[in-house]
């Protein structure tokens, strides 16, 4: 194994390969990438159980291949290495049958190999049904749906994100049931899929994919789902089991509508939960008053209280009414939100709202209210 | 009590001043900040026992007093709503026994109070010795001594940084035992003082300074040292006991001297020392030869090997001798200098060497080295 690669291709490649390489792994071999020389092309891989990566890299001025061979070098040190090292061309030859030497410039890196032989078979399922999708549509869907979905593993469906491909449109929705988070996308065709992807898998993803207009292939097998972007194939497992119909559980009709500045209402609520912002269940109320204002109020027994007055845009009836919910989830919800304002339909004191946004289609969020003395 | 003041100046001065709040205090009194409104004036003050922070803030027509008062609120939240709210001006109004109102544009928070009464007396010793130093001559000795201290209290004296006043000289020095950090600053006269002031304490210190040209006033006593700094006071206490004699420890006449770009010897050991630089011991071999050029080596069982070639810019005599040492002293010691071009002064292969920068005046680092095999 022989090759002469340009440092600044090679590092972008390694920082997103590199992700699916776990630092605690079941199976050491898994701290590693496999690099695989060929004739024409690199492709560097790392896996951990849940996602998988490969990278492509075609020979070029900036990739000379001069003997083939398939090597398994540590992630973390190989990506380490091309960070630090300040050439503009990097060597990677065999030396013995278990190092490999890195030249770069004055520097001289000695790195062992682990062992080939371990390293799994990944394979990236690159036929059943597919879908194009472009970057800046799957980024809304990761954006606004993935913080919703549920950390605990007690109902394991609910950690990840729902996307249900009928009707020409590819719906996805994540729930953990306190709340839920919804998005579509129209789509010229769609075959009929429905499949739960971890949320955290999705996260990762969003980190490789750019804010660039490209496309995305979706390749879905049963238990396995393939994204290919440019040069990369990222594929995760999905998660087994029945997502719940949520779309019942969407209010249609509501007592009021009240739109607000988005940075307005995010300002207000940061502070009215100041003093419990550090605690699981920072609960505010929020009320609408007879003059139309609304006041936002939380208090803490040993702090102290807040009071805040947000004067809303415009309110669909002024109908005098108290709701009580998290902070959290408000402020997560609402960030979620790329318009300037957003609106909230209430459909009473202890029924579920949404939130939507003039300029996000397609998209709302619920919260489900706590009740409070 | 009841004033008003401009949110920037309040911000500002109570950065500061939380800086000796404490979040874990022995007595919960101490994570109060007191706010003492006089006629003329407020003053900000804050204790953890190890500093006390005191900030004056006279009248203006940033800052209107209509009465009079003192009152402990908790630290951590005032600075929290400061930062939080975005009024231009802040209204303080003692409202009941134990609440203080808050109020801003349409924010109102009513924080409980602390007990006043329970508020140590903290005195600001203002008398006894006193020096002048600018501020830049005071961050200098802060950055290149402080890292250099121990962070073990096995030897107590050890974990603060040595000011040494005599023969018109300021000479700080802190040392763990296996390096040392030196500065000393030229003065037109000085008292007689020797103080060991906590490290940590000075690292507070100079996040309050900024990089201005400014006076700070520094006055002595028995157990403790007040910095005066604009309109800050900054007492910190002192460490007992003595402090070793450390100017016999360093060598004048070395074997050999060279003199690197800092940037490049900086790149080459952080490379040279990537497989080990999570490990206590990230011990490095640097060896000269015939040829005049350094080589920095290192291994690590597992991982590989790195061999590094540094050409320097200057070589005093080319005597072919190796060297090990800690990556991790010899780097910080090295950051500590402003020079583009540091010189090392290597007195043998087990005997410790020290550092010189050019533009550095009357600095020098030392380290010990390791025996290897």
Redesign the interface.
Known sequence: MKFSIKRSLLLSNLVHVTRAVSTKPQMPILTGVKIEVNQKYITLTSSNGEISIQAKIQTSSDLVILEQGVVVL?GK?LL??IR???AEMIYFIRFEEN?VKILAD???????TLDTDAYPLISFNNNDHMVVLDVLNLKQIIKKTTFAASLSEARMVLTGVNLDLTDNKLLAVATDSFRLAQKFIVMDKTPNIKVVIPSHNLDELNKIIEDIEENVEIHFSKTKVLFKYKNILFQTRLIEGVFPNTSSLIPTNFLTEITFHKQEII??I??AS??TSGEATNIIKLTLNEKGIVEIYSTHN??????????PIKCSSIIPFQIAFSAKFFLEAIRAFDSPEITVHFTGEIKPFIITGEYDVNHLQLILPVRVA
């Open positions: 540590p040190y380490e290495i630090k090292v300040d190092v004055r520097s001289n890196f000695s790195l062992n300002a207000a940061e502070r100041l003093f040993e702090i102290g209280a807040v009071l805040e007055e947000v004067h």
